[in-house]
């Protein structure tokens, strides 16, 4: 065996050992730093299910108050139907006056 293989052989040893060692500190971590991050996470999961909660009540109320508009409209058109006064059709919501 020539001394070039020797040293080529040596050098490859010691590389792939740097490479492991090197590898190896990085699988260690900080177990402060783990719980502080799972503490985010379930806070984070905290927050969009309340948003999820605001989100479904605020689609509760329009959806209320659009019955209320339509109500008032069918109301409306009623009272103008008895006085004999044409309602024009609401341009915002397309629909066609019945």
Not at 21 to 38: W, Y
Not at 65 to 78: G, P
Request: charged letters at 15%; proline letters at 5%.
């Amino acid at each position: 065996m020539h001394a070039s293989d020797f040293r080529a052989r040596a050098r490859l040893l010691f590389v792939v050992g740097v490479m492991a060692a090197a590898g190896g500190c990085r699988q260690l971590s900080n177990p402060v730093a783990d719980v502080e991050l799972q503490q985010s996470l379930f806070e984070l999961q905290d927050l969009l299910a309340e948003m999820r909660d605001q989100t479904a009540q605020l689609q509760w109320q329009v959806d209320s108050l659009q019955q209320v508009v339509a109500r008032q409209d069918s109301v409306l058109r009623n009272v103008a139907n008895l006085v004999g006064t044409p309602m024009p059709g609401a341009p915002m919501s397309g629909v066609s006056p019945r």
